[in-house]
């Protein structure tokens, strides 16, 4: 019989109505009431925080993974109660910090509370509890029957059962009744022992570009952040007509900032080499995102800088392939 950890930490599944809206207020035992009888695995619980996961930061990341480390020898599987809002970018983030994990660690929540008539966080938590079973390794999200690549997750809806999505990558099984359907199984176990690395530097900054955005902004980063990401357009270009945001990015640059240019576009990802604008800003020390999506990038440039000041050797980590984050280059555009 398969020993299940469920460690909750607040979000909509938990919440209760209160006088200025809905807020957590379940602990793990009143999630567990909700769940069907399960004869086939042993469960215990754990509170890890009780919060809306608007309020997530990465010091609450650390905090979930080192309690996973710290019981990853006493049970088989992990199941993690989230709020949806912030989820992808902990899932990734513990795909980072908890690494070669031969066991699973399932991320879940909903987008109405348990304790609601008609919810779907009865049928997520079911699932995310059959997925712990599941002879497997690494971190995953389960979600409206479908599993995903903690790396590849992205919440796409505020309000449908179907919340997210599986981005730039295969979805890896869905859950169908009793029976989980594998896309693709791996059964090779990782051979390396589950490591823990929480060195997080949270000094990054998300910017999105759109047409109108200032040069002068770069000056306010520069002495505030280590790390920025950038959302281009399209392949990833950068403006250097009118408002010339080049000379700026280079003054960051410079300076020691490790900047990453990726797209707003959500699938297929960046390719600076195409186009004249993307080409200008392709730079030795510029970080290439490919196809990896923004919650990713955010929690592996954060890890990155924790683990290393030196701009090139942050590019090269943000560059290799961790927990399925990017997808293999193909050869046919090594040549572009």
Known sequence: ???????TTGGTIASVQREEGLAPGLDADDLIRYLPEHHHY?????????????????????????????????????????????????????????QHSSKPIVVTG?????????????????????????DIGGV?????????QGTRA????????????????????????????????????DPKPLTLDTSLCPD?????????????LFDF????????????????????????LLPKLKEVTASGMAVVITTQCLEEGEDLVL???GRKVAQDTIILSKDMNTEAMVAKLMWALGKTEDIREVKKIMETPIANDLSPQDPLESGL
């Open 204 to 216: 990054v900054f998300l910017m999105k570009l759109h047409p109108g955005t200032k040069p002068e």
């Open 42 to 98: 042993h469960l215990e619980s754990q509170m890890v925080m009780n919060i809306d996961s608007t309020n997530m930061q990465p010091e609450s990341w650390v905090k979930i993974a080192k309690v996973v480390y710290e019981n990853y020898e006493r049970f088989d599987g992990f199941v993690i109660t989230h709020g949806t809002d912030t989820m992808a970018y902990t899932a990734a983030a513990l795909s980072y910090m908890l």
């Open 275 to 277: 186009y004249e604008v």
């Open 1 to 7: 019989m398969k020993k299940i950890l469920l460690l």
């Open 140 to 148: 995953y999200v389960v979600f409206d029957g479908r599993v995903i």
């Open 221 to 244: 980063i520069k002495g505030l952040y280590k790390g920025l990401i950038i959302e281009s357009y399209g392949n990833g270009g950068i403006p250097f007509q009118d408002r010339d």
């Open 110 to 134: 909903s987008q109405v509370p348990i304790n609601y008539e008609k919810t779907d966080a009865r049928k997520n938590i079911a699932d995310a509890m059959q997925f712990a079973c599941e």
């Open 154 to 189: 992205v919440k796409m809806r505020t309000k449908s059962y179907d919340a997210f999505e599986s981005i730039n990558h295969p979805y890896v099984a869905f859950i169908e009744g009793s029976e989980v359907r594998y896309h693709k199984r791996t059964l090779a176990a």
